[in-house]
């Protein structure tokens, strides 16, 4: 079972023990004005990661947000200075916890990846290149990458570099498939609520 598998199976499965906890904690309080209170505290806490997320990778999200209205200019800059942000200060990356990632656990792969598919559309098939492989570097178990390098061997034509690619991105646990998409739905919806400018 790869890592992606692991991560989609248990995003869900967290999320159903947090609203059984949630509603034991809220049935064990007796007073309708503390069960109140404490659901108040909760939805709180359960926002808060993802509101720092957003405000502690900035650039990150504005960088999705950006390629997703097809600004692609726009969304490398964005993703460049996330990178060189995240090269700088190294203790920021762990903080990715805050927020859910099925494909990778480190953000500074996950920004590159973002920069190497913003330069891939504005034809900057070296640049692309670069951001890719540099983001393996840095996860080599990532497989959007992979499936990144597969589109690039592919637009060049060499069919056994694409397929190559393809085969380890699945390996990884991208297919392509329903629940892929659906995170990168989901992934496009966080990054135009934390991306706004």
Do not use: C
């Amino acid at each position: 079972m790869n890592r992606t598998l692991v991560l989609k199976l248990a995003y869900p499965l967290l999320v159903v023990l947090g609203i059984v906890a949630l509603t034991r904690v809220l049935g064990g309080v007796e007073a309708e004005a503390d069960r109140l209170k404490l659901a108040a505290v909760l939805v709180v806490a359960l926002l808060l990661p993802g509101r720092l997320s957003g405000w502690l990778f900035r650039d990150l999200y504005r960088s999705r947000a950006a390629f997703a209205r097809g600004e692609f200019e726009q969304a490398a800059r964005f993703a460049e200075a996330e990178a060189m942000r995240l090269k700088k200060n190294p203790k920021l990356k762990p903080l990715l916890w805050l927020t859910w990632s099925i494909y990778t656990t480190d953000v500074e792969a996950m920004t590159l990846n973002n920069l190497g598919a913003a330069q891939m559309m504005r034809g900057n098939v070296d640049a692309a290149k670069w951001a890719f492989e540099t983001a393996l570097k840095l996860d080599a178990r990532y497989p959007m990458p992979y499936f990144n390098l597969a589109i690039l061997a592919g637009a060049r034509g060499d069919e056994a570099a694409a397929k190559s690619h393809a085969a380890q991105a699945t390996r990884l646990g991208y297919t392509g498939g329903g629940s892929d998409r659906a995170v990168q739905m989901g992934q496009e919806l966080l990054a135009r609520l934390e991306g706004r400018a």
